[in-house]
């Protein structure tokens, strides 16, 4: 892995970014609202208004930027016991096609869960396609019984997330 860097993202590499995750959409064939040069022009904009609370970790080969990973911070609710709260979310974990397979997307993990730790998160959630599920599992993610989700959005009901059946909160007695 010669002249491989794991780093967090510089300014001027926020395109590059932003075109990663272009080319991520085009690969999931998700149909653009906007064109790409729009798209980098507000992405760089949103990097740059959500710095605080979204971290950027690229990885780059001889300075080219080939994959990425995002940490999202969550301030929570403060509680006696702990005044100061916060959770993350590992978002938009990348790599580019040619460069898979050579464990950077484990890397890239691994950052992300350093970051997660010097920031003292209580949790670190992430929302994984089925096949990148292994390399969570193998940097100690798992499962969980009692994180739920849905979709405020979305018709009410199971499998409205395209994953399967969504789990919902029931009132007692409905």
């Not at 860097?5 to 990663?20: D, F, K, M, N, W």
């Not at 995750?21 to 760089?44: G, L, N």
């Not at 403060?78 to 950077?104: F, I, K, N, T």
Request: contains cysteine; charged residues 25%.
């Amino acid at each position: 892995m010669n002249g491989i860097e794991i780093r967090p993202v510089r300014t001027g590499e926020l395109e590059a970014v932003a075109r990663l995750r272009w080319q991520w959409a085009k690969e999931r064939q998700r149909t653009p609202v906007t064109s790409r040069d729009e798209f980098v022009s507000r992405f760089v904009t949103w990097a740059l208004r959500n710095a605080s609370s979204h971290r950027c970790v690229v990885v780059a080969r001889d300075d080219e930027v080939i994959g990425m990973a995002w940490l999202a911070v969550t301030q929570r609710v403060p509680h006696p016991g702990a005044p100061e709260r916060a959770s993350g979310d590992l978002q938009c974990v990348y790599v580019s096609p040619e460069e898979r397979g050579g464990g950077l997307g484990g890397r890239l993990i691994e950052e992300v869960l350093a970051l997660a730790r010097e920031s003292g998160l209580e949790r670190l959630t992430v929302h994984s396609s089925d096949a990148a599920v292994p390399a969570y599992l193998r940097a100690g993610f798992s499962h969980s019984r009692v994180l739920l989700q849905t979709e405020p959005g979305a018709a009410a009901g199971p499998g409205t997330d395209g994953h399967g059946p969504v789990p919902r909160l029931v009132k007692p007695g409905q």
